[in-house]
């Protein structure tokens, strides 16, 4: 799985969206656009329904709720996970990270433009605040495409 930085400053949700699509945050921003969905909008990185909408477009589905970070040994081979967790004006936020367990161990897809690099081990850090697990369609190809199918009448 290869990490996707955000272009925006609070595109983490697009940019983690894309990672998981095997898409470019250019093709992931263009899909959240046509679905009324923008980096500038907290309630990409304050709710869950605008991530979970996007992934929808590329067929990877989200667990129904999501559970509380309990140990990083506990978590499933892929998974969205919420770090930097706070409550600022009585809402939540946190930034959108990507979790897989690879071929190489375990790694964090951090989506943040300063970091050096975007596969991170550092995982006394990063103090998740929970997780939501996901299932990755099974593709021929490796992109995912958000733009629908030709009907055929």
Same mark, same amino acid.
């Given at each position: 799985?290869?990490?996707?930085?955000?272009?925006?400053?609070?595109?983490?949700?697009?940019?983690?969206?894309?990672?998981?699509?095997?898409?470019?945050?250019?093709?992931?921003?263009?899909?959240?656009?046509?679905?009324?969905?923008?980096?500038?909008?907290?309630?990409?990185?304050?709710?869950?329904?605008?991530?979970? !909408? /996007?992934?929808?477009?590329?067929? @990877?589905? #989200?667990?129904?709720?999501?559970?509380?970070?309990?140990?990083?040994? =506990?978590? %499933?081979?892929?998974?969205?996970?919420?770090?930097?967790?706070?409550?600022?004006?009585?809402?939540?936020?946190?930034?959108?990270?990507?979790?897989?367990?690879?071929?190489?161990?375990?790694?964090?897809?951090?989506?943040?433009?300063?970091?050096?690099?975007?596969?991170?081990?550092?995982?006394? !850090? /990063?103090?998740?605040?929970?997780? @939501?697990? #996901?299932?990755?369609?099974?593709?021929?190809?490796?992109?995912?495409? =958000?733009? %629908?199918?030709?009907?055929?009448?």
């Amino acid at each position: 799985m290869k990490p996707v930085a955000q272009e925006e400053r609070t595109g983490c949700g697009i940019a983690a969206v894309a990672t998981l699509a095997g898409v470019t945050y250019q093709e992931a921003r263009r899909a959240a656009l046509r679905l009324g969905i923008s980096a500038s909008d907290p309630l990409l990185w304050s709710d869950q329904s605008h991530v979970r !909408r /996007l992934l929808a477009q590329y067929h @990877i589905h #989200l667990a129904k709720n999501e559970a509380p970070f309990r140990s990083w040994e =506990a978590l %499933p081979g892929v998974a969205l996970l919420a770090i930097k967790w706070h409550r600022a004006k009585g809402l939540a936020f946190w930034h959108w990270v990507v979790f897989h367990r690879g071929p190489d161990g375990p790694v964090v897809l951090d989506s943040n433009r300063s970091l050096r690099s975007h596969r991170r081990r550092d995982f006394g !850090r /990063l103090r998740p605040k929970w997780f @939501i697990p #996901l299932t990755l369609p099974r593709l021929s190809n490796s992109r995912r495409s =958000a733009e %629908p199918n030709p009907r055929r009448e």
